[in-house]
């Protein structure tokens, strides 16, 4: 029997075309056969020596690493995939590289920069042809909280007056489950959906999508199936910040100096400002940073606005670019931080917090971290109401807890370097 409602793009070429499965069967084939055929010739499989294998190998782990971390970062609120194919397919081949150069073993240049190239090339096309097809279609049934929906770039929202879809193909409805004006015919259209392989999304999973927060009136379980973010991503992360932080402290160092000097140029007081914050489990620190503000100025825990007075001249500078939280890979040595996680905040304000905003002892079940999703999606927070806002971030973070929304935290801050957006 054929089914009542089709889902978009289910008929089997349109999953080809637009799945994994494209890129690895036409894609990863051209970005390695068109450079090697190039340089070494129509029969080079016939004689594949350590160097020619190392570099195949390498075209392959690079591609397939870019592949997988732009397709699991386009989930995300935000993403903007587009943007960030360069940087990733580059740093994917320089992690190739630095492997082979580690491990002494041989590879041919032009034929992994040919590989670099095509990748390059096969990706920036793939998204601007699929970008149209990209776009979720959902179909929104007119009732309870559905209704205040919008869409955004990657959602095209759509209103349906019938339980019905007149025969257009959409990726999936979302209901307001638990409206109480949800009419028994309505129902009977979504158990139809469902009988028809189109998904139907209760609204809190698209607002997530749409917003990049979780609500904080409740905590819900996480990608996991519980509370607790993944304790071995949680464990694989703290080893890859101890090994990046110590690579890091030799080319950080001299830059630390000159900030260090240019400090007590400015103004007289201690270079660096020590102030006790909340961290992971709920455990006290002393967070290291650069001294910002003019010594002994009473105030506010926090900043209160871009124009705050006690804010010193190179104070401005620094904490625009970031360069004030520099020293906090000290913090990320001794265990207290990561380089991406919750922001810690100060004791003071903490206890401010817990009385004032549900749950918000709960960002504490990961380590806090230098730059975070909420860092760069909605910039600086103090007051209640927008920590409240900040906390939902939070909440988001955690329950998507993974290497790859790490990754695209990673990239968004690299923007945010050189833009200084969010800063005070």
């Known amino acids: 029997m054929k089914p009542e409602f089709e889902r978009r793009h289910s008929r089997w070429y349109e999953k080809l075309l637009l799945g994994a499965g494209f890129h690895l069967v036409v894609g990863l084939p051209l970005v390695v056969l068109v450079p090697s055929l190039e ?6 499989w016939h004689h594949l020596p350590d160097v020619r294998t190392n570099t195949i190998l390498a075209i392959i782990g690079a591609f397939l690493a870019s592949l997988f971390t732009l397709r699991n970062m386009n989930r995300f ?40 190239l095509a990748s390059m090339l096969w990706f920036h096309a793939g998204f601007f042809i699929g970008k149209r097809f990209r776009r979720l279609k959902i179909a929104i049934v007119p009732f309870g909280d559905a209704r205040k929906l919008r869409g955004t770039r990657q959602l095209d929202l759509r209103v349906l007056t019938t339980p019905d879809l007149d025969q257009v193909r959409f990726d999936g409805v979302v209901a307001d489950l638990y409206a109480k004006d949800l009419p028994a015919e309505w129902e009977k259209f979504l158990a139809r959906c469902t009988l028809s392989r189109v998904p139907v999304y209760h609204i809190k999973q698209i607002r997530e999508n749409v917003t990049g927060r979780v609500r904080i009136d409740r905590l819900s379980e996480n990608e996991f199936g519980s ?7 949680s464990g694989v992360k703290r080893i890859v910040d101890f090994i990046g932080a110590l ?31 909340m961290g992971y489990r709920q455990r006290p620190f002393l967070m290291y940073k650069f001294r910002s503000m003019y010594h002994d100025m009473s105030g506010e825990d926090f ?9 010193t001249r190179v104070g401005r ?8 939280e520099l020293p906090q890979i000290f913090n990320i040595l001794k265990g207290q931080m990561s380089f991406i996680g919750p922001r810690p905040e100060s004791a003071s304000l903490s206890e401010w917090y817990e009385e004032d905003v549900p749950f918000f002892s709960y960002r504490h079940v990961v380590r806090p971290g230098i730059t975070g999703w909420a860092q760069v999606e909605q910039g600086y927070a ?41 800063a005070r």
Not at 227 to 233: E, F, N, T
Not at 303 to 311: A, C, G, H, L, Y
Request: charged share 20%; net charge positive; hydrophobic share 50%.
């Open 247 to 277: 690579l890091l402290l030799p080319l950080l160092l001299p830059l630390m100096a000159v900030v260090a000097i240019l400090i007590k140029r400015d103004s007289p007081g201690p270079v660096f400002f020590l102030q006790p914050r």
């Open 77 to 116: 609120p935000g993403a903007q995939v587009g943007a960030y194919i360069t940087p990733m397919v580059s740093f994917a081949f320089l992690i190739a590289v630095a492997a082979l150069f580690f491990t002494r073993e041989g590879y041919t240049r032009q034929v992994l920069f040919g590989g670099y």
């Open 382 to 422: 103090a007051e209640v109401d927008g920590m409240s806002k900040k906390l939902q971030y939070d909440f988001y973070y955690i329950k998507h807890f993974s290497l790859w929304i790490d990754v695209l935290i990673t990239l968004k801050t690299v923007r945010i370097l050189f833009t200084g957006f969010g």
């Open 303 to 311: 900043t209160i606005s871009e124009d705050d007075p006690r804010i």
């Open 39 to 44: 340089r070494w010739g129509w029969e080079f």
């Open 317 to 324: 500078w620094i904490r625009k670019y970031r360069i004030d």
């Open 227 to 233: 509370l607790l973010p993944s304790s071995l991503y």
